[in-house]
């Protein structure tokens, strides 16, 4: 089956910086690659979501890209501010699977 | 997504007691699945269901764990005897239609204490 890893698990940069979280997956089949962006307590929310037909994709401060001969996508997020501090989960799933698998997450905090 | 619903949000049960997790899809969403979430861990699959059938519970453990989303009403994650193990966050999402060309939308989570 699918196994997803992800790294950092945590992650400090200072505000307006640059931030880059990285996802390697296992399963060549996976076409579809969503981020999901999870505040203390609260339920995790898709951000931004890739599909491999694409290599990139850029929705303002954050963009995602695929390189899918190395089996390995990363999350960007340019000027960060306080409100991107969270926690944030990549996921791989294929058009025939009934799941998602999700890494294990990057907790990401924004110094003022 | 305050569309899906999961009641109650908070649990407590003693060690052998069962625990019941209520889910309702947001409306028109007919997809439903389950996750665990331990403490500073990630969301790991337990289980997917349509209305009246289970699709995939290739992640939910072998013994004491049940799920169903009856043609009427929410779906229901069922843990009978429970242990301390079992302390987590349990959430449900759903979609409307196939996950990988849909958004998976979670609900608030039901946070389960095994004392």
Known sequence: ?112 | NAGVMQNPRHLVRRRGQEARLRCSPMKGHSHVYWYRQLPEEGLKFMVYLQKENIIDESGMPKERFSAEFPKEGPSILRIQQVVRGDSAAYFCASTQGALSYNEQFFGPGTRLTVL
């Open chain 1, 1 to 112: 089956g699918e196994n997803v890893e992800q790294h950092p698990s945590t992650l400090s940069v200072q505000e307006g910086d640059s931030a880059v979280i990285k996802c390697t997956y296992s399963d060549s089949a996976s076409n579809y690659f969503p981020w999901y962006k999870q505040e203390l307590g609260k339920r995790p929310q898709l951000i931004i979501d890739i599909r491999s037909n694409v290599g990139e994709k850029k929705d303002q401060r954050i963009a995602v890209t695929l390189n899918k001969t190395a089996k390995h996508f990363s999350l960007h997020i340019t000027e960060t501010q306080p409100e991107d501090s969270a926690v944030y989960f990549c996921a791989a799933g294929d058009s025939s699977a009934s799941k998602i698998i999700f890494g294990s997450g990057t907790r990401l905090s924004i110094r003022p």
